[in-house]
């Protein structure tokens, strides 16, 4: 919205000519998401905890964790303001994938809000039943792949970290595949989100991942010479990533152990379906397994785990999602917690290699 306001002043006043630049803009974005973040935080916890929105703890969880219940939840909700607010005054609004990556985020959003509410109205961690939550997911995901797909100059064509002469073109199945990357994107995240601070952490470190990437693949020069898919216009969403890395850094100075709030599905599941489309859109869908490692080591210990019980009724680990197999081998959660970040910085930087090694 500024930009359009501002930038047409360039003819007349030339410092209005720097919202050209996308690098501003980002920067822009991230420090409004952080203003409105430290703004807008303390007024939502008041209101959370004065209406009694707290976290319903699950039943068969650690027991460390029982103190925790009651501790406002639904705080997602300031990073959704955050991240679309300055995305919306400070990027290109007339770029389509601004338009989709938004919709994505809060549709959602939306659904991890009902999902939300219904676990604090039942009193109970059980909200939405897993088949509504994932035909709800799948939804979203669908509309915005059928659209991705039907612009003429967008390439179902994949790109394969690390290969460069491997490049194969699903067609039509391009669509199922950008939906399960952004699906799957999404409760990876979700089910990341079990300790204070624990799922925001590696989103930033994504996210800041994928502005980057973002910024490259929309530049034509730079993606010729890193020999990666150029994308015409897809710089915008490095404005959107940088707006989400500042939303996530604002949430953490209340969600950092001990949490003053909790993110809810409304925040896991619409930052990680953001993450999800960006890669998509980016051409650099299978890279997020990388730089989303902890997101996929997550996963697994959950798949490995309900497989191991059903087929040996042996367990792989104490508790899935991993994180609490270490609480439960003693770890203190704050350990944890940068370990894990530690972990989401390296795989950064090992997707970030690829952009060179091919």
């Not at 930038?7 to 050209?20: K, M």
């Not at 909200?127 to 799948?138: C, D, E, F, I, V």
Request: with cysteine.
């Amino acid at each position: 919205m500024l930009y359009h306001l501002l930038f047409p002043l360039h003819t007349t006043y030339s410092a209005f000519n720097v919202f050209r630049y996308i690098t501003f803009r980002a920067a822009l974005a991230a420090l409004t998401a952080l203003l409105i973040s430290f703004i807008l935080g303390p007024f939502l916890i008041r209101s959370l905890a004065a209406k009694q929105i707290g976290q319903p703890i699950r039943e068969d969880g650690p027991a460390s964790h029982s103190n925790k219940a009651g501790t406002p939840t639904m705080g997602g909700t300031l990073i959704l303001l955050a991240l679309v607010l300055s995305t919306v005054l400070l990027a290109d609004l007339a770029n389509m994938y601004i338009g989709i990556a938004l919709f994505v985020t809060v549709g959602f959003g939306a659904v991890g809000f009902a999902d939300d509410y219904l676990k604090l109205k039942r009193r109970s961690s059980r909200g939405l039943t897993a088949r509504a939550k994932l035909l709800l997911q799948l939804g979203v995901a669908f509309l915005a792949a059928v659209a991705l797909y039907l612009q003429p100059s967008f390439s179902s064509v994949l790109g394969v970290p690390f290969l460069k002469n491997i490049r194969p073109d699903l067609g039509i199945w391009y669509v199922p595949f950008a939906m399960l990357v952004v699906v799957g994107a999404s409760n990876a995240v979700n089910l990341t989100d079990g300790l204070d601070g624990l799922a925001i952490g590696p989103v930033m470190t994504a996210a800041g991942t994928y502005a980057f990437i973002a910024y490259l693949t929309g530049h034509l020069r730079l993606a010729e010479y890193l020999q990666i898919p150029y994308v015409s216009g897809v710089g915008e969403l490095s404005i959107f990533c940088g707006a989400m890395v500042a939303a996530g850094l604002g949430f953490l100075w209340f969600n950092t152990y001990p949490a003053q709030m909790f993110m809810g599905d409304v925040g896991s599941l619409s930052l990680g379906a953001a993450l999800g489309i960006v890669a998509v859109i980016t051409k650099n869908e299978i890279l997020l397994i990388v730089v989303g490692g902890v997101f996929v080591i997550e996963a697994l210990s959950v798949i490995f785990q309900v497989v191991s019980y059903k087929l040996r009724r042996k367990r792989v680990f104490l508790m899935a999602p991993i994180h609490h197999h270490y609480e439960l081998k003693g770890w203190p959660e704050p350990q944890i917690i940068v370990r894990f970040w530690i972990v989401s910085i390296i795989c950064s930087l090992l997707a970030l290699s690829s952009l060179k090694l091919r």
